[in-house]
């Protein structure tokens, strides 16, 4: 990091160094040396890593196809210039930790079938998901606050009129 007195601040009394407005770009291995009253100089490594928090990712449905009964599904979690953890969730939980990536790869039978697959991009600091919408095994919701609307409405029409859910 260049020396910017404006970023930077020292209080002698600690011993305490203040960064403001780190970058990324600050991430680095610093080197802190001392000089003892005796004349002996001491040195410590520093390390600091600086992350920007979790913009939103776009979810990228790459294949949907209808096979034998199933869905096969691909979906790419896409945020640029990262490097981040993906967790991919549906609507019984987390998919298993072995489809856990970037790319979601699925095969989906009708007795397993989920209204929403989430992709959850995360760093030390922060974490940003975005979420797909299915009305049914293998077709995708116009939009999800459409698909919920349509869900809900219908649910409730139905509990109202005393009508059986089918």
Avoid at 54 to 83: A, G, M, T
Avoid at 134 to 155: D, E
Wanted: proline letters at 5%; charged letters at 20%.
């Amino acid at each position: 990091m260049e020396a910017n007195v404006d970023r930077l601040t020292f209080d002698r009394r600690n011993g305490t160094l203040h960064i403001y407005k780190v970058l990324e770009t600050d991430s680095s291995t610093y080197l802190l040396k001392v000089l003892k009253e005796a004349g002996a100089e001491e040195e410590w490594k520093i390390p600091l890593e600086v992350f920007n928090p979790v913009p939103k990712p776009d979810i990228r449905i790459e294949k949907i196809q209808e096979v034998n009964n199933s869905c096969y599904l691909i979906l790419s979690c896409v945020i640029f210039n990262q490097s981040l953890n993906y967790t991919w969730y549906r609507d019984s939980g987390p998919v298993p930790k072995e489809l856990q990536s970037g790319v979601l790869e699925i095969t989906i039978k009708p007795q397993n079938y989920s209204r929403f697959y989430t992709c959850q991009v995360s760093n030390p600091v922060s974490n940003s998901s975005n979420t797909v919408y299915f009305t049914s095994t293998c077709k995708l919701a116009l939009s999800s606050g459409v698909a919920w609307i349509a869900t809900w409405l219908v649910v409730m029409v139905s509990t109202i009129l005393g009508l059986p859910l089918t």
